[in-house]
């Protein structure tokens, strides 16, 4: 997370430096998502079948040549090299997004919510350390940001060395045995629609705002370290609620919960609209962070109700493919929206993504009541 949190603070500037059109700035940052997104369904399979430790460290090995490739890119001025640098790092961003499924395979039904969000909160250290390793590095070689790939490269090689060293269990023996329902039944349940409906709006409202406030920023004349210290706030706000998270949802029921983070959003974009000083900025993404992980880690727990252990890699897989096409979308729209119509026009449309958010989310709540009427349960 920590090399993530990096690329993410200065991509979208340094894309912006290279582009031929400034309209193009997060298109690496699409390519990346969009190479993310292509990754799961094959990352399911290798996962599967050659085990999760040498599949992470596939993945591992693709960013850690993505980051060299990213800074020749930067000293040779070539966007194209960019996009492509971020392309392999995207194929490593497929293989990571696994390890929150590998928690709560492993974890006791009663325990999925607080394993998933225990992995997830691995990312308040890196909030700490990737906009302080950004702005440290911006500098660090005689090209502006080149720097950044250097520390993410050397990051992705502790990862391989850490990774050496996890014992991942294997998948359990009824995976090779039952073949389980077909795929066409599985994603036409409403739990399995809501749970991809939360996770492709929440995380896609979050890329959409996040990716355009670095350029917002610098538009409205906040320097740098300014920037990066509201990314770093976002991430605090991303990563932090997951040491409770899981309890949240043990409390107050998973549909609850997503509810909440979408009313985050909500909050997000009203601060957004009202102002651009960097205390709007500070403020908007903290809440942006905080519904990020309500509902990604809300609608993460609400799919893993949507399939026997049998259908775990396919379920899981189509889950993330549809996420990660859509927070590719929603990444490269960013730049459009933000070049095209201004960082307004940005809010209002994660507005009305949010309003669909939560209207399924309604949904939901109000058919699992009407299959179960004489059944009090938390939702």
């Not at 040491?243 to 949240?248: A, D, E």
């Amino acid at each position: 997370m920590t090399g993530s949190i990096v690329l993410f603070t200065t991509a979208a500037l340094i894309g912006s430096t290279l582009a031929p059109d400034k309209a193009l700035a997060t298109l690496p940052l699409a390519i990346l998502q969009l190479a993310t997104m292509l990754t799961t369904i094959p990352a399911a399979f290798i996962l599967k079948r050659w085990g999760r430790q040498f599949g992470f460290m596939t993945g591992v090995l693709v960013g850690l040549s993505g980051a060299v490739l990213g800074v020749y890119a930067i000293f040779a001025g070539s966007f194209v090299l960019f996009s492509l640098s971020t392309l392999l790092y995207g194929i490593f961003g497929g293989f990571v997004s696994y390890y929150r499924f590998a928690a709560a395979d492993v974890a006791p039904e009663a325990d999925r919510s607080r394993a998933i969000a225990l992995v997830i909160s691995g990312g308040i250290l890196a909030a700490f350390i990737g906009p302080v390793l950004a702005t440290w590095t911006k500098d660090w070689l005689p090209v502006t940001f080149a720097g950044g790939l250097v520390a993410i490269a050397l990051l992705q090689s502790l990862t391989l060395l850490l990774l050496r060293f996890v014992a991942l269990p294997p998948l359990v023996q009824p995976e090779h045995q039952e073949p389980g329902r077909e795929l066409s039944t599985i994603v036409q349940q409403p739990v399995f629609i809501v749970s991809v409906l939360g996770s492709m709006i929440g995380y896609g409202v979050m890329a959409l705002l996040m990716t355009a406030t670095p350029l917002a920023m610098v538009a409205e004349h906040h320097p740098f370290h300014v920037a990066a210290s509201v990314i770093q706030w976002h991430v605090l706000g991303m990563f932090t609620p997951s040491l409770v998270t899981g309890f949240l949802i043990t409390r107050f029921g998973v549909l609850t919960i997503v509810l909440a983070g979408i009313v985050l959003n909500g909050l997000c974009v009203a601060i957004n609209l009202t102002g651009t000083q960097a205390s709007h900025f500070f403020g908007a993404l903290l809440l942006l962070g905080i519904g990020w992980n309500f509902m990604f880690i809300g609608s993460t727990t609400l799919l893993t109700q949507a399939y026997m252990p049998i259908e775990r890699a396919k379920t899981q897989a189509t889950h993330d493919f549809l996420m990660l096409s859509f927070v590719a979308f929603a990444t490269f729209f960013s730049g459009r929206l933000m070049n095209d119509g201004g960082w307004a026009v940005v809010n209002y449309t994660g507005l009305a993504l949010i309003a669909v958010a939560f209207i399924a989310v309604l949904s939901l709540w109000r058919w699992r009541s009407t299959q179960q009427p004489q059944k009090l349960e938390r939702l």
